[in-house]
Each structure stands twice: as structure tokens, then as C-alpha cells.
């Protein structure tokens, strides 16, 4: 059977593309546009896998993030002269504490510029967890290059590590139930932490011991000393020069020169030390998942309304940014939705993922089998 899904780490170059595209939008029209169409893909292409079900929580963290931006800016924030709302009781500070406040009258300007700057930091936060919700974690631990053998290892077992936490949690719970013991409050809680914690670290234990007698994380026993220092150099320009590029792309007012040429000289340079240094690694991959035209397709999708965006911020500025100064509603621009609407594209790409058979209709199955 021919897996058409797309790979693991297209969806989170995805989730990154649309990320940055959040990070240049301050217009609230085109972001609360761009959430939706991520929370639109990642609903419709979540995996019936435990890890799949982690949008929401995504959600209701980001949630939690404006109002948290929200409560700050009236509390200790720039009082913003406008339109006042209500006020609050204010402290006075000593001279040298200039330029911090504690309450004072609230703007409805300053409330505007906090919850969009909130919004910002919900809207990457949902990006990546989209791709979450999507994307198989072990897929795309599988799919990293060799010299981040150690690091897959780690992150292996931290993930196995939580839903045997969860499993076990409702295992003790029933059996605590079953005795007649009590399962919540503080006595619940003490009764339950000490063997969850460790069946779940025994059992993450047991999967780290499987994975080293197995051969993960295992490295070559002559490694080159001058290719691993020019390795090093490599991936450290490379670095150097991707932030370096990626603050004049996202900076309006940098001196940079040719910040997305500099993006690609430092891409170029990173994968070159990553790709030489993954070299010394000897180990071996079982069936590796192809990156096919699908998952160019779903990358492209997420990074080409950047290439909008961009362009829409260099001929009408109105349409992706929004100042509450004066006090009017925000531009409405179809450029601008279009260039976020290309999300979805990667929706058109990707099956629908199959459900998992409930346990009642799987016996049913069964029954009607025999």
C-alpha cells in the first residue's frame, strides 16, 4: 500500500511558513483569517493518534496568551493616551522607576495594540501545533539527519514518556476506584502520583534500553578531526548568517544588504555541516518515507503567502498592517486574504486520515467475522 500522505517534515515547514507570515501580519483582519486556516487544517487532518489530540489544547493556550497580554497591558503597561475605557487605581512610584506604571486610566488604543501583539504570539503557537496535531512525532524524529542521532534518542523517550504517563494515571485511577479508595483531591493525588511516575519512567526506561542495544545514537569509531571542525565553522556561519538574514527580512528599518541572499548563503552552509557531520553516523534506516511531490506541494502552500505578504507590505502597507491611531476599523484587503488562503492548499494534497475502530464495533467486526 502507497502511503500519499505528506512527510512529517513538510507539515512542520508548513507550520513554519505560516509562523513567519504571522510574524509579518499586524493587521487582526488577515490573522484572525490566518488562525482560521490553521485550525481549519489542522481539525480536518489530525491524526486519530493520542498525539493528534493536542490542537485544542493549543487553542486554549493561546487563549490564555492574549488575555494573559491583555491583563499586563492594563496593569503595567505604557499608558497610551486616546479613548479611555475605565481606570484603575493607580500607584505612584519613586523617581528612578521612570517609565513603569502601575494602573491608570486604560485606552481602548492600547488594549488594541496588546491583544494584537497577543494574538501574534497565539497564532505561532497554533502554527506549530497544527503540525503537532498532524505530523507523527517518530516520523519526524526518524527523518533527521545522522548527527542528531543523541537528540532523536532523548526526545524519543520524552515522548514516550508522557502517554505511558496518561495510560497509567487512568490504570491506577481504576484500580484505586475498584478498591474503594479515593481518587481525587489531596489524598487521591498522593494515593496516584508515586506509581504513576514510576511505571512511566520504568517504562521509558525500558524503551531507552531497547533503543541503545538496537544501535540508536550509535556514532563511527574514527571520526575525522579536520571534517568535524570545518563541520563546526560551516554550521556555525551558517547560523550566524541565517540570523543575521532573517533580522533584515523581518526588520523594516535595518542596514542589512541582501537579507534573503544571506538566508541562503547561511541555509546552504548549515546543511553542509549538518549533511558532512551526519556522515559518522552508521545508522541504518527501515523503509524510509519518500518526500514526494505532495509534500512540496504542502510546503510551498505555507510558504508562498509569505511571498505575498511580503509583496503586499512593499505596495499597500494598509493591508497587512494596522495601527489604532486614529481609532478606525482596519482595511479589509482580498490581496491579503488570497495570500493567507494559500494555506489550504495543503489540504487538497493530503488524505483524510483513517479512524481507529472503537473497541465495541472492533469486536462487532470480529463477531461478524467468525
Excluded at 82 to 89: D, N, Q, R, S, V
Amino acid at each position: 500500500m502507497i502511503d500519499d500522505r505528506p512527510h512529517a517534515v513538510a507539515w512542520w515547514l508548513w507550520a513554519l511558513g505560516l509562523a513567519v507570515v504571522a510574524v509579518k501580519l499586524s493587521n487582526p483582519v488577515p490573522m484572525v483569517a490566518l488562525g482560521t486556516v490553521m485550525f481549519c487544517v489542522g481539525y480536518l487532518r489530525q491524526s486519530p493518534a493520542a498525539w493528534g489530540r493536542s490542537l485544542m489544547l493549543f487553542v486554549k493556550i493561546g487563549a490564555v496568551v492574549i488575555l494573559v497580554r491583555l491583563i499586563f497591558q492594563m496593569l503595567f503597561g505604557e499608558r497610551i493616551p486616546g479613548h479611555t475605557l475605565f481606570a484603575i487605581p493607580s500607584v505612584a512610584l519613586p523617581s528612578w522607576a521612570a517609565g513603569v506604571s502601575i494602573g491608570g486610566p486604560v485606552t481602548a488604543e492600547s488594549l488594541i495594540t496588546a491583544g494584537i501583539v497577543g494574538l501574534k504570539l497565539a497564532l505561532i503557537l497554533l502554527a506549530f501545533g497544527a503540525a503537532n496535531a498532524i505530523a507523527s512525532p517518530r516520523e519526524l524524529l526518524r527523518s533527521l539527519p545522522g548527527v542528531f542521532n543523541e537528540i532523536a534518542v532523548a526526545i524519543s523517550v520524552g515522548l514516550c514518556f508522557l502517554p505511558e504517563l496518561i495510560n497509567a494515571v487512568q490504570r491506577v485511577r481504576s484500580a484505586r476506584k475498584l478498591r474503594g479508595r479515593p481518587t481525587k483531591g489531596i489524598a487521591g493525588f498522593r494515593g496516584i502520583v508515586v506509581p504513576v511516575l514510576e511505571e512511566a519512567l520504568e517504562h521509558s526506561m525500558e524503551l531507552a534500553l531497547s533503543m541503545g542495544a538496537r544501535g540508536f545514537g550509535r556514532t563511527s569509531s574514527t571520526p575525522s578531526r579536520r571534517r568535524s571542525a570545518l563541520c563546526g565553522v560551516s554550521a556555525i556561519l551558517g547560523v550566524a548568517a541565517l540570523i543575521l538574514g532573517t533580522y533584515g527580512l523581518l526588520s523594516a528599518g535595518s542596514s542589512i544588504p541582501s537579507p534573503g541572499v544571506l538566508c541562503g548563503v547561511g541555509a546552504v552552509f548549515l546543511s553542509l555541516g549538518v549533511v558532512a557531520s551526519g556522515r559518522r553516523s552508521v545508522r541504518t534506516r527501515y523503509r524510509p518515507i519518500p518526500f514526494g511531490w505532495r509534500s512540496m506541494v504542502c510546503v510551498v502552500s505555507g510558504w508562498l503567502g509569505l511571498v505575498g505578504i511580503s509583496i503586499l507590505q512593499s505596495s499597500s502597507p494598509d493591508a497587512t498592517s494596522y495601527a489604532p491611531y486614529p481609532l478606525v476599523w482596519p482595511t479589509v484587503s482580498v490581496a491579503a486574504l488570497a495570500c493567507v488562503a494559500l494555506g489550504l492548499v495543503a489540504l487538497a494534497v493530503s488524505p483524510r486520515p483513517a479512524l481507529r475502530p472503537s473497541g465495541r464495533s472492533k469486536h462487532m467486526a470480529e463477531a461478524t467475522s467468525r
